[in-house]
T-cell receptor, first 114, second 113 residues
Framework: GENVEQHPSTLSVQEGDSAVIKCTYS??????FPWYKQELGKRPQLIID?????GEKKDQRIAVTLNKTAKHFSLHITETQPEDSAVYFC?????????????FGKGTHLIIQP | DSGVTQTPKHLITATGQRVTLRCSPR?????VYWYQQSLDQGLQFLIQ???????AKGNILERFSAQQFPDLHSELNLSSLELGDSALYFC????????????FGPGTRLTVT
């Protein structure tokens, strides 16, 4: 089955700086890669996603890049703000495999220092 | 608000008991996924239903089962509960215009004492 590794487990950055979170996956059949943000005690919230036919996608201060050859994808947050503090999860999904659930990384606790 | 609802919000029960968690997907979504979130295991996929039929199983214990009803709401049944079953249980739904995207409900926090 799929295995997703996520690094770092904790990331502390100064407000206004950029943050980068990296994930690798093992199953080359995976073709959909969402990122979720989870605040303490709340539900995971989908913030951005990318499909395997695209190398990069941006949405305001958030961008995701995908390298299919190396099987890794990254989340980039620019101009970080205090409200960006949360746990971020990457995930991988094979939509062509019949059906299955998301395989998640272990999460990155992002701390924005004022 | 994702449009996915879950009840109850909190559940406290004793070892050996059985509980039922309920999930209503977003309007128009046909797929319901169940996930378990714990500190040691992270977020793990349990089971998926699509339009009333089981589609995929993940790391779901034999003591756990689920079903999806004709109105598309789903229930996750957990029996012979153990202390280690204490976790957050989320359901997610997908299957609207962009079928890949999964939207999570607020979760049910289960505490087994």
């Amino acid at each position: 089955g799929e295995n997703v590794e996520q690094h770092p487990s904790t990331l502390s950055v100064q407000e206004g700086d950029s943050a980068v979170i990296k994930c690798t996956y093992s199953d080359s059949a995976s073709n959909y890669f969402p990122w979720y943000k989870q605040e303490l005690g709340k539900r995971p919230q989908l913030i951005i996603d990318i499909r395997s036919n695209v190398g990069e996608k941006k949405d305001q201060r958030i961008a995701v890049t995908l390298n299919k050859t190396a099987k890794h994808f990254s989340l980039h947050i620019t101009e970080t703000q205090p409200e960006d503090s949360a746990v971020y999860f990457c995930a991988a999904f094979d939509s062509g495999g019949g059906a299955d659930g998301l395989t998640f990384g272990k999460g990155t606790h992002l701390i924005i220092q004022p | 608000d994702s449009g996915v609802t879950q009840t109850p919000k909190h559940l406290i029960t004793a070892t050996g008991q059985r509980v039922t968690l309920r999930c209503s997907p977003r309007s128009g979504d046909l797929s319901v996924y169940w996930y378990q979130q714990s500190l040691d295991q992270g977020l793990q996929f349990l089971i998926q239903y699509y339009n009333g039929e089981e589609r995929a199983k993940g790391n779901i214990l034999e003591r756990f089962s689920a079903q999806q009803f004709p109105d598309l709401h789903s229930e996750l049944n957990l029996s012979s509960l153990e202390l280690g079953d204490s976790a957050l249980y989320f359901c997610a739904s997908s299957g609207g215009g962009r079928a890949y995207e999964q939207y999570f409900g607020p979760g049910t926090r289960l505490t087994v004492t």
